[in-house]
């Protein structure tokens, strides 16, 4: 199995690292031509947009990939395609609502974040491209059927679209509203692709089209498990959320929008790990649930051999930022020199979140999906906790060290428990 895993995390990888390359130098650019505040504006718009998402988003392309994969295999075309019109329902009723959201709360969020009342309608505008990321179930159908090759190519739409566009912007010296359309305009394209890619991928292997037969009460008919499994996920988003996104929102408005722009910028090169570990974790989900259910030992035993190699992968571009840090953030500007240290120290934070991708794939596919999300609610505390007291410590460098400490108690935690239950036995 790890040759297979390793196989679809290269195909993921590639098209995550391409992706990886346009978004850094999609914001690279944008960064050369805005002013520090300027560029923290539109990183604030776009985090805002995505913090609302994300509040509203129930990842169902993690119960497709959890309920699909035993019924798809088992040659079960009829609860398949009902699994995936419920899971569909979940994407466009959460889509719609989180656009709604994103409209009726720009005007307190402005008041938080010292935004005028452009700024404010542009955070309006923009929350309406929310409505393309209805694509959960697309995304779980391509993992279902294997088709990491296809999420590979996803990966790099909405980067390499963004990087054109913010190139032409930058070469033509556009005002920040042209950069602000050109960042929403690729986010949305980039989902749209997934949906059509997944639909497309549903025909190909069931003639039987998705809504064919559909009764409202399918949805109300799903088990305990599913919705139980579904409110863990919805949960756990939103606790990953938190370093992701609402941290550059706490970083403006208790540092100012300049330094949420460096915070922005120091992610954003973060992501030569945080992408890995999202790949890893995403890739060896279908594996490890297919191996627990064959019980074939794979899984007891590949999380932790991935979670060494991964993890000291990780370490090699710590010493990277270390060294070269400074210099990297120099080329786009002196202005933005001051992150070298905080993009070190993220980079440590994510090499432990690389480790420990392999082991929460594997403690979801045994089942211990609630037991993960009460490691991530005590990683998330310490994050929080050690966010607002290191920050006004320590300035900048304060998210990093929080991020370091919460990721090594998640890392130690959640190895804990996979060593604890892997043995365990699927239920029949």
Same mark, same amino acid.
């Given at each position: 199995?790890?040759?297979?895993?390793?196989? +679809?995390?290269?195909?993921?990888?590639?098209?995550? %690292?391409?992706?990886?390359?346009?978004?850094?130098?999609?914001?690279?650019?944008?960064? +050369?031509?805005?002013?520090?505040?300027?560029?923290?504006?539109?990183?604030?718009?776009?985090?805002?947009?995505?913090?609302?998402?994300?509040?509203?988003?129930?990842?169902?392309?993690?119960?497709?990939?959890?309920?699909?994969?035993?019924? +798809?295999?088992?040659?079960?075309?009829?609860?398949?395609?009902?699994?995936?019109?419920?899971?569909?329902?979940?994407?466009?009723?959460?889509?719609?609502? #989180?656009?709604?959201?994103?409209?009726?709360?720009?005007?307190?969020?402005?008041?938080?974040?010292?935004?005028?009342?452009?700024?404010?309608?542009?955070?309006?505008?923009?929350?309406?491209?929310?409505?393309?990321?209805?694509?959960?179930?697309?995304?779980?159908? *391509?993992?279902?059927?294997?088709?990491?090759?296809?999420?590979?190519?996803?990966?790099?739409?909405?980067?390499?679209?963004?990087? @054109?566009?913010?190139?032409?912007?930058?070469?033509?010296?556009?005002?920040?509203?042209?950069?602000?359309?050109?960042?929403?305009? =690729?986010?949305? *394209?980039?989902?749209?692709?997934?949906? &059509?890619?997944?639909?497309?991928?549903?025909?190909?292997?069931?003639?039987?089209? *998705?809504?064919?037969?559909?009764?409202?009460?399918?949805?109300?008919?799903?088990?305990?498990?599913?919705?139980?499994?579904?409110?863990?996920?919805?949960?756990?988003?939103? @606790?990953?959320?938190?370093?992701?996104?609402?941290?550059?929102?706490?970083?403006?408005?208790?540092?100012?929008?300049?330094?949420?722009?460096?915070?922005? !910028?120091?992610?954003?090169?973060?992501?030569?790990?945080?992408?890995? =570990?999202?790949?890893?974790?995403?890739?060896?989900?279908?594996?490890?649930?297919?191996?627990?259910?064959?019980?074939?030992? %794979?899984?007891?035993? &590949?999380?932790?051999?991935? /979670?060494?190699?991964?993890?000291?992968? %990780?370490?090699?571009?710590?010493? &990277?930022?270390?060294?070269?840090?400074?210099?990297?953030?120099?080329?786009?500007?002196?202005?933005?020199?001051?992150? #070298?240290?905080? *993009?070190?120290?993220?980079?440590?934070?994510?090499?432990?979140? !690389?480790?420990?991708?392999?082991?929460?794939?594997?403690?979801?596919?045994?089942?211990?999906? %609630?037991?993960?999300?009460?490691?991530?609610?005590?990683?998330?505390?310490?994050?929080?906790?050690?966010?607002?007291?290191?920050?006004?410590?320590?300035?900048?460098?304060?998210?990093?060290?929080?991020?370091?400490?919460?990721?090594?108690?998640?890392?130690?935690?959640?190895?804990?428990?996979?060593?604890?239950? /892997?043995?365990?036995?699927?239920?029949?």
């Amino acid at each position: 199995m790890l040759k297979g895993v390793l196989k +679809n995390f290269g195909v993921v990888i590639r098209g995550r %690292g391409i992706a990886g390359v346009f978004s850094v130098l999609a914001t690279g650019l944008m960064a +050369n031509a805005l002013s520090p505040t300027e560029f923290g504006l539109v990183v604030l718009i776009h985090t805002y947009v995505m913090v609302i998402r994300g509040a509203l988003n129930f990842r169902t392309f993690e119960a497709v990939v959890r309920y699909g994969i035993p019924l +798809n295999d088992a040659g079960n075309d009829a609860g398949f395609l009902a699994l995936l019109r419920s899971t569909t329902l979940i994407d466009l009723a959460s889509a719609v609502l #989180a656009a709604l959201v994103g409209i009726l709360a720009a005007s307190a969020a402005g008041v938080i974040l010292d935004w005028d009342a452009e700024m404010v309608t542009w955070a309006s505008f923009y929350s309406l491209f929310i409505l393309s990321t209805a694509n959960g179930t697309p995304n779980g159908i *391509l993992r279902v059927y294997n088709r990491f090759d296809a999420l590979s190519v996803q990966f790099t739409v909405a980067p390499a679209l963004r990087f @054109i566009s913010v190139a032409v912007a930058w070469a033509l010296e556009a005002p920040m509203p042209v950069f602000i359309l050109a960042w929403g305009s =690729a986010f949305a *394209l980039g989902h749209i692709y997934m949906v &059509v890619r997944g639909m497309i991928e549903l025909r190909a292997h069931v003639s039987t089209g *998705l809504w064919t037969g559909f009764r409202w009460r399918e949805i109300r008919e799903r088990d305990s498990e599913f919705w139980k499994f579904i409110r863990v996920v919805y949960w756990q988003t939103n @606790i990953d959320l938190l370093p992701k996104h609402v941290s550059v929102l706490l970083a403006g408005a208790m540092l100012g929008p300049a330094a949420a722009g460096l915070f922005r !910028l120091a992610r954003e090169f973060s992501t030569v790990l945080t992408q890995p =570990a999202v790949a890893l974790r995403e890739v060896l989900f279908p594996d490890l649930t297919r191996s627990f259910h064959a019980r074939d030992g %794979g899984i007891s035993k &590949v999380p932790f051999k991935a /979670a060494v190699i991964a993890g000291l992968a %990780g370490l090699v571009f710590v010493a &990277v930022s270390v060294i070269f840090g400074k210099s990297i953030l120099g080329v786009i500007g002196e202005e933005y020199v001051p992150a #070298a240290a905080l *993009l070190s120290l993220l980079l440590l934070a994510a090499s432990f979140d !690389l480790a420990s991708a392999s082991l929460r794939a594997a403690a979801y596919a045994v089942g211990e999906a %609630g037991a993960v999300l009460n490691i991530h609610l005590a990683g998330i505390a310490v994050y929080i906790s050690m966010f607002f007291l290191l920050t006004r410590l320590t300035g900048l460098i304060g998210p990093g060290l929080a991020a370091i400490l919460a990721s090594l108690l998640a890392l130690g935690l959640t190895a804990r428990l996979v060593a604890k239950t /892997a043995g365990r036995k699927p239920a029949v």
